[in-house]
């Protein structure tokens, strides 16, 4: 039997899912083979100087906590893809169409017994474009071609990618930001995407343009983006990702009136869909095949 150890927040549910599977699980970190972990966990133990498993299981699609140089890599890394694009295009749209539409407004109308129409434009015409064109990515492009929009995208080569109109290598970054209407980041933490929306290409969207960050905070310089809404540089910015979570209580991005504000809710881990990934994986592992959604350390994703 081969051993698998869990590191999650919610254990019960988890072995009761794998269970019902057929799948044993050990109460013992020690000498498991298998973690099925989150990030942060599993990186506590790593960090305690337990060793490495032969294959970790990530239960979140983001893998930062274990990307540090202090801990060890000699083992394989796998995190969760494929779920998330629906819950986050739902994310996206439901912030883009509520700022677009000005609901927020209307509740306090409607708490004030006002009624008082206001015009608004269409998200048809309109040019969204996105950080990154994986599954996420393409998830999210193809509601908003739904909605009429144009799509554009940003990744390291400017390969094309299916359901996008046009896409930008890196290196054209502030070319592809300066005709956007919407911009969305999707971007994991790497050395690369690092404050790569910063004062300088911030400075390339239009002033009416939307920022969402939904991938990591580490991608955006806060301060820069600060400044850029009150100078009238930059119209709204919804963000649910962050340098630390929890925010402190201290931030600026709190009550600023421009920013929308969520606690990295966009896509959240169902354990039923973690686990059926895992299970398909881990009849690969028992069969030494390649395992699916493998993590590149050297790229952090």
Not at 24 to 46: H, K, T
Not at 79 to 106: C, D, E, K, T
Not at 191 to 200: F, G, K, M, T, V
Not at 236 to 249: K, R, S, T, Y
Request: proline share 7%; glycine share 8%.
């Amino acid at each position: 039997m081969t051993r698998i150890a869990i590191l999650t927040g919610q254990n019960d549910q988890y072995q009761g899912l794998l269970e019902s599977q057929g799948v044993a699980v050990s109460q013992q970190v020690a000498g498991s083979p298998i973690w099925l972990a989150e990030p942060g966990r599993a990186a506590a133990l790593l960090r305690q100087g337990h060793p490495p498993p032969t294959w970790l299981a990530s239960t979140y699609a983001g893998v930062d906590a274990l990307m540090a140089e202090d801990l060890p890599r000699n083992y394989q890394l796998t995190n969760v893809r494929g779920i998330f694009g629906p819950l986050m295009a739902q994310y996206v749209f439901a912030h883009l169409l509520s700022h677009l539409r000005q609901l927020p407004l209307y509740v306090q109308q409607q708490a004030r017994r006002l009624w008082l129409p206001h015009p608004y434009p269409s998200l048809e015409g309109q040019c969204l474009t996105l950080l990154g064109t994986g599954d996420i990515a393409r998830q999210i492009a193809r509601v908003g071609k739904s909605f009429g929009m144009t799509l554009h995208g940003v990744n390291r080569s400017g390969r094309e990618v299916a359901g996008f109109d046009r896409v930008y290598p890196a290196t054209e970054l502030k070319t592809a930001l300066a005709q956007s209407d919407v911009l969305v980041s999707i971007l994991p933490s790497t050395p690369e995407s690092r404050r790569l929306l910063n004062a300088d290409t911030l400075a390339a969207l239009p002033s009416h343009a939307t920022l969402i960050n939904v991938g990591r905070g580490s991608v955006l310089d806060p301060s820069a983006l600060v400044a850029a809404l009150n100078e009238g540089r930059l119209a709204h910015a919804v963000l649910d990702v962050f340098d630390e979570e929890p925010l402190p209580a201290d931030s600026p991005l709190w009550q600023h009136p421009k920013i929308t504000l969520t606690p990295h809710v966009a896509a959240t881990s169902f354990p039923e869909q973690v686990v059926a990934l895992f299970v398909q994986n881990l009849t690969r592992f028992k069969q030494g095949q390649s395992l699916l959604h493998r993590v590149d350390f050297e790229r952090g994703y």
